[in-house]
Each structure stands twice: as C-alpha cells, then as structure tokens.
C-alpha cells in the first residue's frame, strides 16, 4: 500500500557529521551512515549505489543494512569509476569504454540480486552531449538502446528502472524526459524494463510531474519515485513540498491511483546546506503521509471527480486546498 514504505539517500546521512560523532575524523563509513538513518522514525529501507556502496561481498552489505532494521530496496548504477566514462556511458564512442560500462552494470545486477534487492536504477547521466555537431545522433541513439537492452537481457528477473534527467553532468541527456524514455523503453521491448520518476528532475524538464506519471503507468511501468523539490531550474533536492505543494499532491494521487506500491525514495540533499539528517527525512516521511491523507479524503467524495470532468479548477483548487487541512468540501 502506498505510503507504507519509505527509502532515502544514503549519502545525506553524512551531513552535519560532526554533530552526530563529535569524535569523527575524516568522513563517516557505510556502516556509520546506515546506523544513522536507521534512527529515522518510519524508515523502511535503502538504496545504494553501486559500485559506491557495495564491496565484494554484497551480502555482507546486506546483512549490514538488515541488521539494523531495514531493508535494500535496489541499487543505482554510477560511471564514474573510469574517467573515460565522461564522454559517455552506453554512448562511449569506445567499443571497448561502452563494454566495460555493460559489464560494470550486469556486475551490478548480480550484486542486487545476491543482495536479495528487486531492482537495479540506471541513471545515464553521462549519455549525452554537450555541443551541436557533437555526435551522430541517430548513432548515440542506437547504441543507446543496444546497451539497454544488453542489460535488461542479463537477468530477466531482475527490474531495470530507468530515472531520466534533462541534463547534468552533460549539457543534454540523451534521456531528458518521460515521453523519450518511454519511447527507448518501447524500443527495446524488455518486460522487465521501467521508469523511475524524480520530482525536482521532471520539473526542470518543463513536464507536470503527475501528467508524466500518468503516461508512464499507461505506458509502461512505474517502478521507482524519487521526492523532493526545487525551484525548476535543476536538481535542487530540497525537503518534499518546500516549494510546489500542489504538484507533490497530485503526483501521489496519480500513482496512488495508477496502484503503484512502491517504495516513495527521498532524493534530497540535507549535505547542502548542513542540515540534519535524520530530522529532514523523517519530516519528508510526516510530510508524505499528510499529503496521502489528503489524497484519500479527496477520494472520499466525487467532488474533485465531478469538477475534474467539466475541468473545472476553481472547485478543483478548493478541494485540493481543504484537504490539506483535513477538511471536505461538501457544499
């Protein structure tokens, strides 16, 4: 059921540190940082990076994280192990650079599954390109699609997420936005293939994040969102609902009602500003499930139906504003 699973970062448990180990020299481990978010109240699990996060006993690290309550709930790929990777990922103009990325990811795979987690996220970040007659692009394209589909064939059991983002290392991503993603997904063809929404991403895409999760459900599958927010300029990973409280509602009731169940994955970057830790998840946490109530009582009643089926924003805007306050509008 949505609302009852909750991921984050791990990395923002590094955040104001020496508050937390006053005696702390130098950065603090894995364990120390899962140990940390383990206190966060409501808290069901994580995701790690790989290779970042996961050494050559993944089970080891799995063990780590359930020995503290929680659970993995996938892993993400990064590429930044080789340096060559900057110039592209499954893109790489190197036959031999985009092997090794493939490689890289099955690895990955195989360490997700030996971890007893259901997903791997691919986050291509470094396909792409960053000035006009760059790059063939009908050319990136396909190898693109190649190498997506080289991994999903990997292990058919194991979900492939892809969470796209218009930009950033790269000027443009070759995987910018929902429609382009679900067209690479239709292209490829993998049954085990899917789309992770990022909140603060699909707003610097210029998209209504619940309009992209609509087409996503419709046309794919929904296996992975990220909240957070930002001011629609870039990943801005600020608390969930600081900024665009009305968008954040109606993305939970469009996934609510598309039956995702998934984990709800806090992206947000506490580290920025030294903010604590746990503090900001668990109001990310409190904030959520306020707005899932919200979502239920608008479910209540079909007034918000009726007013959406004669696109009327005025009754729209009232029932959505009352339910944040607990209240129906029943006159």
């Known amino acids: 059921m949505l609302g009852h699973r909750f991921a984050t970062r791990i990395n923002s448990f590094a955040s104001d540190a020496g508050s937390y180990w006053p ?34 006993d993944p089970k080891a690290v799995a063990k780590m994280v359930a020995d503290t309550g929680l659970s993995v709930s996938g892993l993400a790929m990064r590429y930044y192990t080789n340096p060559a990777f900057k110039l592209g990922a499954f893109t790489n103009p190197d036959r031999a650079v985009r092997q090794e990325a493939l490689d890289l990811t099955k690895r990955g795979i195989d360490a997700a599954r030996e971890m007893g987690a259901p997903m791997m996220t691919l ?17 990136l394209w396909a190898d693109e699609i190649a190498g997506i589909a080289e991994v999903a064939a990997h292990d058919r059991d194991c979900l492939i997420s892809i969470e796209y983002k218009p930009n ?53 599958k929904l296996l992975g969102m990220h909240l957070n927010d930002g001011y629609a300029k870039r990943d801005d990973g600020l608390m969930v609902g600081s900024v665009h409280v009305q968008a954040t509602l109606e993305l939970l009731q469009a996934v609510k009602r598309g039956g995702y169940d998934g ?35 608008m479910a209540s009643n079909n007034r918000l139906s009726a007013a959406q089926a004669v696109q009327n924003p005025v009754v729209a805007q009232e029932v959505a504003q009352l339910a944040l306050r607990g209240e129906l509008l029943t006159d």
């Open 168 to 220: 950033e290392p790269r000027a443009y991503s070759l995987l910018p936005d929902a429609a382009t993603t679900l067209m690479a997904i239709d292209e490829v063809g993998a049954d085990n293939l899917g789309v992770t929404i990022d909140f603060a991403h699909s707003l610097y895409a210029n998209e209504q994040p619940a309009l992209s999760a609509s087409h996503i459900l419709r046309r794919s």
């Open 263 to 297: 984990a709800i994955y806090f992206d947000t970057f506490p580290d920025a500003s030294g903010l604590d830790p746990v503090a900001e998840c668990a109001l990310n946490i409190r904030t959520v499930r306020r707005m899932l109530e919200a979502v239920d009582l």
């Open 123 to 139: 986050w291509l970040g470094q396909d792409g390109f960053d000035y006009g007659f760059q790059c063939d692009y009908a050319a």
């Open 23 to 56: 005696q702390l020299t130098g950065k603090p481990s894995l364990a120390q940082m899962i140990a940390r978010a383990a206190t966060v109240e409501g808290l069901t699990e994580l995701d790690l990076n790989y290779p970042d996060h996961v050494t050559d």
